[in-house]
RNA sequence: GGGCGCGUAGCUCAGCGGUAGAGCACUACGUUGACAUCGUAGUGGCCACAGGUUCGAUCCCUGUCGCGCCCA
């Protein structure tokens, strides 16, 4: 059955991959046939997500370096996995149940219930973004498809494996080595999720912001003179003020304002440092005094340069805080609502009024139990107390005002008022990457990684991978790791170099629990604080017990309380104790009976990024010594985009080291972004969003990968266009064609299965085994430097420019002469080549013509990448080709100009011509004269009315006595010769200076001199045809 | 403010010490051994600007001007 006349990708690609799947082409080991490994980890997409052009991208060139190392025969993995992503499936759950207002909302069906419908979720839609990766041809072997929280607790059936146990074990090692802790810190919050997250899950995103001018007055209505000097220290306003005026954007954080903070070089309020200024808010009767201190973050040019401090809700605040021994008042609660709890604001306020006057120390958990929210703003939303707290101040008459003219609308009359000082800042404000909400810094018991303690290993591998790699001495096996492009290690230094600690706890249900458990120290127990009831239990004093399992927590507390003493002194002493888990902290049962004391688990999960830091060992099996991780770890290669460079590589590379002590792999290649043809961003916002799904199904998946390929130059944003696909489409219909014209004429060998290399005879021939090889040798050193672009441009001019446009052309006076069989066997040959080649950018079209064009013993998928090189390119045979096309071209060119029919073939006439020409001539008469549309040639000088064709050992005339135009090939000539004469200037300057001939390499020289000499030879052409033409007339 | 880049044909971009390339777009013409998702030919560039290093600079260095991105 002949071939269709267009490659049918809808069709076929579904049809192919289910073929490669069902012969298990891509498992682990497939077609191995040396020890060499090479894999790859994918970077696990989000159980939710669905495929964008960044995965589509991405996942492009991992499938490229995949099944070009499986057909080279490396034992080769492609590992994929998804991520559980805890924020964004915890939303996207949570979001599903909302659409239905009969279901329960997370926190009415509890923690255990939430999570099954999770899982449930995942069984339903996590499959989506596999299905969609098929689509796109990637070759990862889906039998080992792993998941970020396989083998958690309550993990259903289908979903085992021990991800898990690594994320817990690893936990519990960082902890116990001291790399892991807890404290309260000022962290960013998420009041829509109610979560902590880390600096890189905020954005900053610039909105017009109010920046307030209040008046904080002296205690006790002391006053002093306010001065201020220009630059010369002559004094320009000077006034007496019984207050302190402070800039504020965010007014209801004054509510626990802890200090007052100037620079310490700030003349204007030497006075007063070390007083005491009221906060000009709250019920008048309980106004607090805080004091004026001074330290180095306040700007003397910003604002007043004073600062109010407010430690518990601003981060720069937390510094001053926490250098001035400033106490931080915390404002709000986990929705960044008032907080409405604790004592009464009187009571509240009295307490921190003795703080202030120095009569009082709180511990920490006290100071976070006080409650300074005045009472009638409670419960308010954040944004809501904020316009009480300006109301209440101006109508006190506290805020700084100017005077406005205003004209009243009724009489049109101009009067001055006095409003606010209100000033219009644009300003950055914090927001979450998910939720889009405004964060809230917030004073918060998280853990942390110390990341200080395990950087240095992170940062020493890839400073040592980086400097062999600009040696050119870059060894895989060397223990190190290099990050390509150059720039994309800078950018992970000067990251590494400047870490902050890593908060990993998040206030979620769908994540890892952090396995810690909780119980009251003992020197608590021991205390019958418990008993009094003096204190409630949320500040209660907490011993920590980390384990991997409760079991071993509860054995691990055990033998804290009962190896010490806990009741000395204590008539009740203990005899045992016994210690369950339990949903919190208790102590019971004393009094001469078995004291049983609960212990209870953290409630917090972990950043997602905590365990897809361990996916290179997690995937592989680790903890447990599996064959895999023996074999493919340390991993080949990671494949990444730029966005995530903190959020996961430099966390995968601390991780590894820190927990086995090995690099996760020894390349890190890191690709831009992909943007619409205007440059900007993809997004759903925009509307710009092209789907990587319906172009496949426009274009096919080919075009769309090798579109991505050919514009995958290192480091550089890709602007996607249609107009590109649609060439590169087009590029697949012409390998078809071509690979039509070899069914047609009889030159497929489905016979003999593959093609072997043929021997050939024909310079055209010999020459076109040439350029395979030279495109196979090209492939194979863009691939190996990760130069995608160039291989994929390397095989469209070879495939497109050489064999289609030249080649194919050649073979067709060849296809009954006496080189047939030969001309037969070598297109079959090259077509051969052709698909393997582009196997690994196009896997569908080239499996699909590799089925149809013979009766293979192999599927593409695993034939063997070929290893000819230089061997079969014939210089000879080269030049012959290369003199053939550019007469060809020559003649095509001077018949174009002179407007000669295109479908008039013409006599020529060789009028000079050198030994080799003539061979070249001969050799190749058929196909110069069918292309060039010849007819007959015949040796004389050169007939009058001629143009003439110059090429390299002679030249042509092509008697065109009456058809031409003498004045315009006169133009043409001239023109081509004042070209050539601009060349040879050059050159000759070039050489006719010494200096350059002394200094230049001896190859450059020689080559300069070879340029001229042609160059000469073609000039003097070209002016004997002038001069004929000239006698013409 | 700090860091990292980028200014090359109308557009999108390669190239990065030996005198400039591709694709698309554009113009003209279409010749039966596959292909109009095609073929042939052609137009088009002081490689942002100014200095420096060099026999030689689009390429290396310095500065200027524009434009991005990341982090504050």
Redesign the pocket.
């Known amino acids: 059955m002949p071939m269709e ?3 049918n990708a809808a069709e076929a690609e579904t049809r192919l991959y289910e073929a490669w799947e069902s012969a298990g082409a891509f498992k682990a080991g497939a077609n191995a046939s040396r020890e060499d490994t090479f894999c790859i980890m994918i970077p696990p997409p989000n159980v939710t997500g669905s495929l964008h052009m960044g995965h589509a991208f991405n996942n492009t060139l991992q499938d490229i370096l995949v099944r070009w190392h499986r057909m080279r025969g490396f034992d080769t993995l492609w590992q994929p996995g998804q991520d559980h992503a805890g924020i964004a499936t915890q939303m996207v759950v949570e979001r599903e149940l909302a659409k239905d207002k009969s279901n329960q909302t997370r926190r009415e069906m509890g923690r255990e219930a939430f999570l099954a419908k999770v899982w449930e979720w995942k069984g339903k839609s996590g499959d989506t973004i596999i299905n969609q990766l098929k689509r796109l041809g990637a070759s990862c072997d889906w039998s080992r498809n792993a998941f970020t929280m396989s083998g958690a607790p309550g993990a259903p059936a289908g979903e085992e494996g021990n991800f898990h146990d690594a994320v817990i074990k690893v936990f519990v090692d960082l902890y116990n080595k001291g790399y892991i802790y807890r404290g309260k810190r000022l962290v960013n919050w998420d009041p829509h999720f109610e979560t902590a997250i880390s ?2 899950e ?3 995103v ?1 909105v017009q912001g109010h920046m307030w001018h209040f008046k904080y007055p002296l205690a006790d209505g002391q006053t002093y003179e306010y001065v201020e000097k220009d630059e010369d220290g002559n004094v320009t306003f000077r006034e007496t003020r019984d207050y302190i005026s402070i800039a504020t954007t965010r007014p209801e954080t004054m509510l626990g304002d802890g200090a007052v903070a100037v620079h310490p070089s700030d003349e204007r309020y030497a006075p007063i440092v070390g007083k005491l200024c009221e906060i000009p808010v709250g019920p008048k009767e309980h106004r607090r005094l805080i004091p004026i201190i001074t330290d180095e973050y306040p700007d003397p040019s910003f604002g007043s340069g004073a600062v109010k401090i407010t430690g518990a809700h601003d ?2 605040d937390y510094g001053v805080a926490k250098r001035g021994n400033i106490p931080c008042y915390r404002l709000m609660d986990t929705k960044a609502q008032m907080r409405a709890d604790g004592a009464a604001y009187a009571e509240a306020a009295a307490i921190a009024m003795s703080v202030a006057k120095g009569e009082r120390q709180l511990s920490e958990a006290e100071v976070d139990a006080i409650n300074l929210v005045p009472d009638d703003l409670r419960g308010l939303d954040r944004y809501e107390a904020r316009r009480r707290v300006i109301d209440q101040i101006t109508a006190e008459g506290l805020a700084v005002t100017i005077l406005q003219k205003s004209i009243d609308k009724e009489t049109g009359a101009e009067h001055l008022e006095r409003v606010p000082f209100v000033e219009q800042n644009k300003m ?1 404000q ?1 927001h979450g990457d998910r939720s889009k909400v405004v964060i809230e810094p917030m004073l918060t018991d998280q853990w942390f990684v110390d990341t200080a303690k395990i950087v240095e290993p992170a940062l020493e591998a890839v400073r040592k991978g980086m400097a062999a790699h600009e040696a050119g001495t870059f060894d895989e096996k060397a223990g190190y790791t290099r990050i390509l492009p ?3 290690a ?2 992970y230094f ?2 590494l170099e ?1 870490i ?1 600690p890593w908060c990993i706890s998040r206030q979620l249900w769908w994540g890892h629990q952090i396995p810690v458990w909780y119980g009251p120290t003992k020197d608590f127990v021991s205390s019958m604080a418990w008993r009094d009831g003096v204190s409630d239990k949320g500040t209660w004093p907490l011993q920590t017990f980390c384990a991997a399992t409760a079991e071993e927590a509860c054995k691990i507390a055990h033998a804290y309380y009962w190896n010490e003493e806990i009741a000395a002194g204590d008539t009740r002493a203990i005899g045992d104790i016994l210690v369950a888990e339990g949903a919190e902290p208790s102590i019971a049962g004393f009094a001469g009976e078995l004291p049983e004391i609960q212990i209870a688990r953290d409630p917090d999960v972990l950043d997602t990024w905590f365990s897809s830091g361990l996916w290179p060992i997690g995937t592989l099996g680790w903890p447990e010594d599996t064959e895999e991780l023996k074999k493919y770890f340390p991993t080949d290669v990671l494949v990444t985009g ?2 995530i460079i ?1 959020f996961w590589v430099a966390r995968m590379m601390m991780m590894q080291l820190a927990v086995v002590d090995q690099v996760p792999f020894h390349t890190v290649y890191v690709h ?2 992909v ?1 619409d ?5 993809m997004s759903k916002s925009l509307g710009n969003v092209l789907d990587p799904l319906d172009l496949i199904a426009e ?1 096919g998946a080919d ?1 769309v990968r090798f579109t991505l390929t ?2 995958a ?9 249609k ?2 696909i ?20 009889g030159a497929l060998r489905r016979d003999v299965g593959t093609a072997d290399l043929p021997q050939a005879s024909h310079t055209v021939n010999r020459w076109i085994i040439g350029e395979t090889a030279r495109a196979r040798l090209a492939v194979d050193e863009a691939l190996a430097a990760y ?1 995608f ?2 291989a994929a ?1 390397t095989l ?2 070879f495939v ?2 050489k ?4 080649y ?2 050649f073979a ?5 002469g006496e080189q047939a069989a030969e001309t037969r066997a070598t297109m079959a040959w090259v077509l051969d080549q052709c698909y393997v080649l582009m196997h690994p950018f196009m896997p569908f079209i080239t499996e699909e013509l590799w089925g149809q064009t013979g009766e293979r013993a192999k599927m593409l998928v695993h034939a063997d990448w070929p290893s000819y090189g230089a061997e079969l390119i014939d210089t000879d045979a080269d030049r012959e080709m290369n003199w053939v096309i550019g007469l ?3 003649i ?2 001077a ?3 002179m ?1 000669v ?3 008039l073939k013409l006599p020529i006439v060789m009028t000079a011509m050198d030994d080799k020409g003539r061979a070249a001539w001969a050799n190749n008469e ?1 196909m110069i004269t ?2 060039a ?1 010849l007819d007959g040639m015949t040796e004389s000088a050169a007939p009058k009315g001629a143009i003439t064709v110059a090429v390299e050992g002679g030249s042509f005339a092509i008697p065109l006595e009456g058809v031409i135009d003498i004045a315009e090939e006169k133009a043409r000539l001239s ?1 081509t010769l004042e070209k050539l004469e601009k ?1 040879l200037n ?2 000759r ?2 050489l006719s ?9 001896e190859e ?2 020689d ?2 001199r070879e ?1 001229l000499g042609l160059g000469e030879d073609e000039a003097a052409k070209l002016k004997a045809a002038l001069s004929r033409l000239a006698e013409v007339n």
Request: charged share 35%; net charge positive; glycine share 6%.
């Open positions: 006349k267009t490659f600096d890189l905020v954005e900053q610039e981060f720069n950055m914090p150059e720039r994309d800078k950018t000067h990251w400047n902050e730029f966005d903190f831009a972004l943007r043809e205007k440059g900007k961003k274009y075009a050919a514009m130059a290192m480091g550089r944003d890709l602007k996607l266009s107009d590109r649609a060439g590169y489409r087009n590029f697949t219909t012409k390998l078809w064609n071509a690979t039509r014209f070899a069914e047609m004429n130069r672009n160039d441009n469209y001019a497109w420019g064999v289609c446009d030249w194919v052309e067709k006076p060849l296809m009954d060809i071209e020559e095509r060119s018949r174009m100009q407007h029919p295109a479908g058929p069918r292309l549309r023109k060349d050059g050159l300057g070039r200076n010494p200096k350059f001939v002394e200094s230049a390499p450059i020289v080559e300069t340029k």
